[in-house]
């Protein structure tokens, strides 16, 4: 049976390096059988949401071939995520009745292009229906991105030799990853590659989405807190003004801030995860829990794949 099972690889960029993993899921278990990581060049991307990310492109291609090379395979098909700020994820609706997937595609792009202030012939966008309304309208979970940040993404990956068949943002792999927590209604809040994403959910149906970059240095902790505090006000208006449920967090197992200030904004401790409780290690991996946390966002575009 080990033979049919079906692996999948994924490969995040982040800010500080890129990680890559292959792995699989016999019996609905997530199982890493390989991974790496090789570091970036210090200042090699900049976040722009118009403008091409990577800043030195050949360190960036040998620091992909680098870390590729070490999980030793031969597919070349892979699931890419990128960090938050390569583009955005949004909850909208379309008060517009549409039939099919390219129509509303073509409404989305018009809509979004106008209110960020872009050409909507350079947007590329996908989107998941939440909810279709008796009245025609529909209530949408939208990832674009500006076609010359992905376009640059794509080169470079082409330039190693790989191929990014599904392409998302940290966040969103996160959140496929914690999937497997036992929760239909309550808050995910996670703190990656020094982005907070706060995540309400409500009969597992998302209803607030909100990730906010934190520039690294000393007063990270005091623009946390007002972060966070915005983030579950806003979140607590989309409940109708209470938090229901409970609140899940994910951060570096180091970093207790996160936590104290959960429990100092909304009064009780959140659920800290354990990364180890959902991902098991291959008989060939020893990953430190540090180190497993900094491939999360790459198992998580992985599973999206299987």
């Known amino acids: 049976m080990g ?7 994924g490969i995040e960029i982040s800010h500080g390096g890129i990680a890559a993993v292959m792995l699989s899921c016999p019996a ?12 970036l060049p210090a200042n ?3 976040p722009s949401l118009k403008e091409a990310q990577v800043l030195q492109p050949a360190a960036f291609v040998n620091s992909l071939r680098e870390a590729w090379g070490s999980l030793n395979l031969s597919t070349r098909r892979i699931a890419l995520s990128l960090p938050d700020n390569a583009g955005l994820l949004l909850l909208t609706r379309l008060d517009e009745p549409w039939k099919t997937r390219d129509e509303a595609t073509g409404m989305l792009r018009w809509k979004l292009a106008k209110r960020l202030g872009m050409e909507p012939e350079l947007l590329q966008l996908d989107f998941h229906l939440l909810e279709r309304k008796p009245d025609g309208s529909t209530d949408l979970l939208v990832a674009l991105v500006h076609r010359t940040v992905i376009q640059q993404y794509e080169d470079l990956f082409q330039e190693a030799g790989l191929q990014p068949a599904r392409i998302g943002f940290h966040t969103l792999h996160l959140l496929r990853l914690l999937d497997r927590l036992p929760m239909d209604t309550g808050q995910i809040i996670t703190l990656y590659d020094n982005v907070l994403g706060t995540i309400a959910l409500s ?3 998302p209803l607030f989405y909100r990730v906010k970059t934190l ?32 609140c899940h967090a994910l951060t570096a197992p180091h970093d207790a801030s996160l936590a104290a200030l959960l429990t100092e904004t909304r009064g009780t401790p959140p ?8 991902v098991e290690q291959g008989p060939e991996l020893s990953l430190t829990p540090l180190q497993l946390f900094q491939t999360s966002a790459a198992v998580g575009a992985a599973l999206g794949a299987i």
Do not use: F, N
């Not at 609905?28 to 570091?39: E, H, M």
């Not at 000393?218 to 915005?230: D, F, M, N, V």
């Open 28 to 39: 609905g278990r997530i199982v890493l059988q390989r991974a790496t990581r090789t570091a």
């Open 3 to 9: 033979l049919l099972q079906r692996k999948a690889i």
């Open 271 to 278: 659920g800290m995860v354990a990364l180890a409780a959902l």
């Open 203 to 205: 009969d597992a149906r």
């Open 44 to 46: 090699t991307l900049q």
């Open 215 to 246: 520039p690294s240095g000393p007063g990270q902790i005091t623009l946390l807190r007002r972060e966070l505090a915005t983030s579950l006000s806003a979140a607590r208006h989309s409940y109708g003004g209470i938090l229901p449920g409970s």
